[in-house]
């Protein structure tokens, strides 16, 4: 155990590189993105000390260029889940064991592998398997994972420094344990950082788990499990499984050692999580911690006063970066009569700049493809079904093309109706609709704004008035957890905008922060009486 009270390193936002032309970082991950684009990577799964191959495998496929093959990945059976579970059980006791420093030293050590001999690594598969742009995969794989890692020592720390009170010939204090069990993480396709940072965030705090990432982002997850080999994560303490999701699912979800979820995904997906966990509630040795950051209807409300190229930037970088693939991407939008026409006409003049979407690999791309044929579709279906629609325009883009990769064009749709079917559903791609208001109607646009969707992610208020930015802020204060005032509603940064959401987007425990890493612990309350009692008579009892 250690001996001492430690100061861990001061957590700092990681430096995001810029990757301009005739640099070495750009020459760097273009050569790393040749090398995997060529070549082929076999993905095992991870239980225990063993990297086992199934035999049962999937190929991996850049979304942009869907024909092309980078890999297979192996799938898991029934037996598979159930040993790593148990893999991660036989790992707790040690890893729960070890001292809270020495599990920081090897997330710190993590981190300084991402932000050294690993970025380009792990930039360069994000943007193969993911079809990011090196932007968005350095600000995501790198420099969020990163912080991450770094800002949630320094949390653990903080949380581990918290004592209670203690009065005369009394100690108090409070162990922070793990959760007895095991805990599940569920990670997301979109963010290499979230696929790092679920199963991470529980390890930190001691806890071993069984993780399952999106089979669209088992490139970058394989790469996520070098960096936490090296950085000596001991065995047992991450397991990773792929396959059928509902038998991994139902597996974990029968232990009775099942202690918790840490879940990024759809809505429909983590409702049904936990309706089946409140079905299973009496095998289960404690109450599982349920943590969920879901999906979003994200918008951008702006004032008559706002300034039309500030809210046409706003849009076009909400809603068209990484292909609106975010769930915090802006994918409504209410403009006041007044500037609505020229807002969108500097947005299109924005999408027209755009060169045609295709490879990362082109750093001139602004927009590459969406991540598979399931959403291409869908997304298509969508903007055809606004250009039949009376109550519907397609005013920028709606192209869409899969011949060679997923490509949707950035499309702006204009309703007559607030509540169309665009301004209620979450589309997660490049598809953004707009609601013109009448300037008059500003306050009630507020209320349809928080009315219209069942999210409460992001969203955003752009006025140079401060008093319709404080009305905005008090109508709209359950609709987003994260919540920009002259800004898009994207791109929140570790230990400065904790993110998550309520109402159907999440359990809003914030990820990157404090509050995060308290739900995968479980205080324990020690009392010492130093000179303990002997007579049961209180004075009041005294004649």
Same mark, same amino acid.
């Given at each position: 155990?250690?001996?001492?009270?430690?100061? *861990?390193?001061?957590?700092?936002?990681?430096?995001?590189?810029?990757?301009?032309?005739?640099?070495?970082?750009?020459?760097?991950?273009?050569?790393?993105? =040749?090398?995997?684009?060529?070549?082929?990577?076999?993905?095992? +799964?991870?239980?225990?000390?063993?990297?086992?191959?199934?035999?049962?495998?999937?190929?991996?496929?850049?979304?942009?260029? &869907?024909?092309?093959?980078?890999?297979?990945? &192996?799938?898991?059976?029934?037996?598979?889940?159930?040993?790593?579970?148990?893999?991660? +059980?036989?790992?707790?006791?040690?890893?729960?064991?070890?001292?809270?420093?020495?599990?920081?030293?090897?997330? +710190?050590?993590?981190?300084?592998?991402?932000?050294?001999?690993?970025?380009? =690594?792990?930039?360069?598969?994000?943007?193969?398997?993911?079809?990011?742009?090196?932007?968005?995969?350095?600000?995501?794989?790198?420099?969020?994972?990163?912080?991450?890692?770094?800002?949630? @020592?320094?949390?653990?720390?903080?949380?581990?420094?918290?004592?209670?009170?203690?009065?005369?010939?009394?100690?108090?204090?409070?162990?922070?344990?793990?959760?007895?069990?095991?805990?599940?993480?569920?990670?997301?396709?979109?963010?290499?950082?979230?696929?790092?940072?679920?199963?991470?965030?529980?390890?930190?705090?001691?806890?071993?788990?069984?993780?399952?990432?999106?089979?669209?982002?088992?490139?970058?997850?394989?790469?996520?499990? %070098?960096?936490?080999?090296?950085?000596?994560?001991?065995?047992?303490?991450?397991?990773?499984?792929?396959?059928?999701?509902?038998?991994?699912?139902?597996?974990?979800?029968?232990?009775?050692?099942?202690?918790?979820? &840490?879940?990024?995904?759809?809505?429909?997906?983590?409702?049904?999580?936990?309706?089946?966990?409140?079905?299973?509630? %009496?095998?289960?040795?404690?109450?599982?911690?349920?943590?969920?950051?879901?999906?979003?209807?994200?918008?951008?409300?702006? &004032?008559?006063? /706002?300034? /039309?190229?500030?809210?046409?930037?706003?849009?076009?970088?909400?809603?068209?970066?990484?292909?609106?693939?975010?769930?915090?991407?802006?994918?409504?939008?209410?403009?006041?009569?007044?500037? /609505?026409?020229?807002?969108?006409?500097?947005?299109?003049?924005?999408?027209?700049?755009? =060169?045609?979407?295709?490879?990362?690999? %082109?750093?001139?791309?602004?927009?590459?493809?969406?991540?598979?044929?399931?959403?291409?579709?869908?997304?298509?279906?969508?903007? %055809?079904?606004?250009?039949?629609?009376?109550?519907?325009?397609?005013?920028?883009?709606?192209?869409?093309?899969?011949?060679?990769?997923?490509?949707?064009?950035?499309?702006?749709?204009?309703?007559?109706?607030?509540?169309?079917?665009?301004?209620?559903?979450?589309?997660?791609?490049? @598809?953004?609709?707009?609601? @013109?208001?009448?300037?008059?109607?500003?306050?009630?646009?507020?209320?349809?704004?928080?009315?219209?969707?069942?999210?409460?992610?992001?969203?955003? *208020?752009?006025?140079?008035?401060?008093?319709?930015?404080?009305?905005?802020?008090?109508?709209?204060?359950?609709?987003?957890?994260?919540?920009?005032?002259?800004?898009?509603?994207?791109?929140?940064?570790?230990?400065?905008?904790?993110?998550?959401?309520?109402?159907?987007?999440?359990?809003?425990?914030?990820?990157?922060?404090?509050?995060?890493?308290?739900?995968?612990?479980?205080?324990?309350?020690?009392?010492?009486?130093?000179?303990?009692? @002997?007579?049961?008579?209180?004075?009041?009892?005294?004649?």
């Amino acid at each position: 155990m250690g001996k001492g009270f430690f100061n *861990v390193p001061v957590a700092v936002n990681e430096p995001v590189r810029t990757y301009e032309p005739g640099s070495s970082e750009r020459e760097s991950v273009l050569q790393q993105y =040749k090398e995997y684009y060529n070549g082929q990577v076999e993905v095992p +799964l991870y239980i225990g000390s063993s990297e086992i191959k199934t035999g049962n495998t999937a190929d991996m496929a850049p979304p942009h260029d &869907h024909k092309h093959k980078v890999g297979k990945y &192996h799938k898991a059976e029934k037996k598979h889940v159930e040993s790593a579970i148990s893999e991660a +059980l036989k790992a707790r006791e040690a890893w729960a064991a070890l001292s809270w420093e020495q599990r920081a030293s090897i997330f +710190l050590k993590a981190a300084a592998l991402i932000s050294g001999p690993y970025r380009d =690594k792990l930039n360069a598969s994000t943007m193969i398997a993911q079809s990011k742009n090196i932007y968005q995969a350095e600000i995501d794989a790198a420099c969020e994972l990163i912080d991450f890692l770094n800002f949630n @020592v320094e949390y653990m720390a903080e949380i581990y420094s918290q004592q209670p009170e203690s009065s005369e010939g009394i100690w108090n204090r409070v162990e922070y344990r793990p959760l007895e069990g095991f805990v599940y993480a569920v990670t997301p396709f979109n963010f290499t950082a979230i696929a790092g940072n679920l199963p991470t965030s529980a390890a930190l705090m001691g806890n071993v788990v069984v993780w399952k990432p999106s089979d669209h982002q088992i490139f970058s997850a394989k790469v996520v499990m %070098d960096v936490f080999k090296e950085a000596g994560v001991p065995d047992g303490v991450i397991n990773v499984v792929y396959g059928d999701p509902e038998m991994i699912t139902d597996t974990v979800l029968a232990s009775p050692d099942f202690a918790g979820i &840490h879940f990024t995904g759809s809505t429909t997906v983590f409702k049904d999580i936990w309706r089946k966990i409140g079905n299973n509630i %009496d095998k289960y040795k404690t109450y599982p911690r349920i943590v969920g950051e879901t999906g979003g209807k994200d918008y951008i409300i702006a &004032h008559p006063t /706002a300034d /039309a190229r500030q809210v046409a930037t706003a849009i076009t970088r909400g809603a068209f970066e990484f292909q609106g693939q975010k769930c915090s991407a802006a994918s409504r939008v209410y403009l006041p009569k007044s500037t /609505a026409q020229d807002i969108l006409d500097l947005v299109k003049k924005d999408v027209e700049s755009f =060169k045609p979407a295709g490879s990362p690999e %082109d750093m001139g791309n602004f927009i590459t493809a969406v991540i598979h044929e399931g959403a291409f579709d869908k997304l298509a279906s969508y903007i %055809d079904q606004a250009k039949k629609d009376k109550d519907a325009e397609v005013v920028i883009g709606g192209g869409y093309d899969k011949s060679k990769g997923y490509f949707i064009d950035p499309t702006v749709i204009v309703t007559t109706d607030p509540k169309y079917k665009t301004m209620e559903t979450e589309l997660f791609g490049p @598809v953004v609709t707009v609601y @013109v208001y009448e300037d008059k109607d500003w306050s009630k646009t507020l209320k349809l704004v928080d009315e219209t969707s069942i999210y409460g992610l992001t969203g955003a *208020v752009m006025s140079a008035d401060r008093y319709s930015i404080a009305e905005a802020t008090k109508v709209l204060e359950n609709s987003a957890g994260n919540f920009y005032i002259n800004d898009k509603p994207t791109g929140a940064v570790v230990g400065q905008q904790p993110f998550g959401g309520a109402r159907a987007s999440g359990t809003n425990d914030k990820a990157g922060s404090a509050q995060n890493l308290l739900r995968w612990v479980s205080p324990r309350l020690i009392k010492e009486t130093f000179v303990t009692p @002997v007579d049961y008579r209180y004075p009041f009892l005294g004649e």
